[in-house]
């Protein structure tokens, strides 16, 4: 009798599902790999898909497990080359003299309300409102002079941030072009240059949101320099960006639906990033996900597992300054990748200042042991430290980066719910085994996703999403489900992903051999 492969998948063998069949009807992702990739992928899957059992146990459990692009893609330009050089150099000329030059007037004028809401990577961030709209400026200080530090600051133990040359910057500005047209992560707009002292209400909001946050921790440290501080001289570079509502840090999160939409539109955005320019964002947390009201809340009415789309939410992930992406449009002689060099500065794994300086050490542990394992802090002193694949290089890719992250997305989702116990138990009850296969701190005998993209087929597979959710009429992507927030006009005057047939591992890189029946 002829024997039938079946897949494994999520801890337990399944035949063909009928979410299997509708993602190969989905839309694809608007293809960005050179034609040359593709025929190679189609003839590894070809043949990966001819491999007998026996081929397959030989690789064993603690094989690594070599996924398609790592196979097809081309490998990306090492420092220094040629295709990178020139690729900075077309990206570095973001900040030269063809930008606008504003005053701080001029950015926000009498009449127009500014107000600070976060402080990121490099970068102070604002919210400026007026009677065209909303924006989000992310401000960051090239290097230029600023007035020194008073006696009553230093008492303070200020830090000032230190400021940045334009080739510090190339990276994010280039990522966020990127990810500018894919829904769920924010709207670029434009960027100029801001030079001169700082106005009143620059000031004035800038204490108000230190106040704020010595208030939430005693403890912290202020790492932006007062704007009474800045001189004439003083140059920034703004970014500004479309309004993506309040940080989820600061979201009162009263129901479940909340709960679902926000965890589930932030999996179907990283895995359509992944798909596209195969993105890692490696700073996801609650501070880098906004949330904003684009609907009105339904109540859900029938017996479905479908539980997207009810509270009227949708999220926009922001701050790409710890992230990696690839230039997937190019042909395979001119791509190139951009990524922050976290290895430059080790206290990022070595701090146990907040929850999510464990995901920091998880990634570089997954870097290091190629496992779901979460070295101590002692562990991470050593730059550029002999991993598996030789000295760190956080120009690779790896999408469990993604899943890490997702994980933490979940457990601050469940951790900060305010609203009923009951409904909480249920959800939770909900998405057990879910957890199971997201939690990094899983059993070692549990298989884990391997990439966001596996989240999502996760949930089409489990029915949380529904398939008229996912493609509208005429087999277009459903644009009301996942469209972006704000319009890219700026106010300062001067699909669905293609979700790979991933399998499941202990790690993202272990062999995992398929059951034959």
Partial sequence: MTRTATVRRYGKATTKSRAERLFAELPKSPSKKAPEAEETINLITDQLESISLNDQTRYGEDARQESLEDIAAPE???????????????????????????????????????????????????????????????????????????????????VDEEPHSEDDLVGEIRISEWLADIPGFVVYKERYVVQGKAPKPLLETHQAFQRKAKRKDPDRLQFYPSPSRYLEDTRFLVVELGDAGIALEDFELTSTAQLWDIFLH?????????????????????????????????????????????????????????????????????????????????????????????????????????????????????????????????????????????????????DNFTGEKKELAQFKRTTKEFWLHLNPEAPRVVLSFSRAGDAVRYAVEAGWMTEDQLVGEGGKVVEAEFASVACNESIIEAPFPEVEDAHLRRSPRRRVQRALE
């Fill in 76 to 158: 990306a330009p090492k420092p220094g080359s040629q295709t990178e050089e020139s690729a900075l150099q077309d990206s570095s000329q973001f900040c030269d003299d063809e930008l606008r030059v504003l005053a701080w007037d001029d950015v926000c004028p009498f009449g127009d309300r500014i107000e600070k809401i976060a402080e990121a990577s490099y970068a102070e961030v604002y919210r400026i409102t007026n009677e065209r709209g909303t924006s989000i400026i992310k401000v960051i200080r090239l290097e230029s002079p600023i007035k020194p530090q008073t006696k009553a600051q230093e008492r303070s133990e200020l």
């Fill in 266 to 414: 932030t999996a179907v955005a990283l895995a359509r990033a992944e798909d596209l320019v195969n993105f890692e964002h490696r700073d996801l947390h609650e501070g880098n996900l906004c949330v904003r009201q684009t609907g009105t809340p339904l109540a859900k009415r029938d017996e479905s597992p479908c539980q997207f789309g009810y509270s009227g939410i949708d999220i926009t992930i922001l701050d790409y300054g710890l992230s990696r992406a690839e230039d997937t449009e190019t042909t395979s002689e001119e791509a190139f990748t951009v990524a922050c060099d976290l290895e430059k500065d080790l206290s990022i794994f070595t701090s146990t200042h907040a929850l999510q300086c464990k995901v920091y050490r998880q990634m570089r542990s997954f870097l290091l042991k190629g496992d779901r394992v979460c070295l101590p802090p002692k562990s991470h002193t050593k730059p550029y430290e002999l991993g598996i694949d030789g000295p760190i290089s956080w120009d690779g890719y790896y999408p469990y980066t993604n899943v890490l992250w997702l994980a933490y997305i979940y457990q601050y989702l469940v």
